[in-house]
């Protein structure tokens, strides 16, 4: 599952929405919209981020985060390291091979490490 996928599952269960009574109502197929909360489709676009945010009534701030939630809701991702320090690559491999191996916990403490600010 995406991190779009997921808010946007969460937001369907929370308003007690069935999948195929959303995708109905967001003119779209329930396998398009189950391909989305599952992370088996790529990012969604941006009219349907719009449709979505229209559809739930999300404005402002909000509507912002799910846009950022959709960008970085790509399930395969690659990473470009030509150029930057040989333990960058290693990072980037390492981080593919054991992705999928790692725990919630791990994963949350991995993200925080990465979301530091610059010396902080």
Not at 13 to 32: I, N
Not at 88 to 107: G, H, M, P, S, W
Request: aromatic share 6%; proline share 3%.
């Amino acid at each position: 599952m995406t991190p779009f996928g997921a808010r946007m599952r969460a937001l369907r269960k929370a308003r007690g929405l069935t999948l195929r009574q959303m995708a109905e109502d967001l003119g779209v197929t329930s396998a398009y919209l189950s391909a989305l909360e599952h992370g088996h489709r790529g990012r969604p676009s941006w009219l349907f981020i719009q449709r979505v945010c229209g559809y739930f009534n999300i404005i402002w701030d909000d509507a912002e985060a799910l846009a950022d939630l959709a960008k970085l809701s790509h399930p395969r991702v690659t990473i470009d390291t030509a150029g930057l320090h040989p333990k960058a690559t290693l990072l980037a491999n390492e981080l593919a091979r054991r992705v999928k191996d790692l725990d919630e916990a791990r994963i949350a403490r991995l993200l925080k490490i990465l979301q530091e600010k610059d010396g902080a």
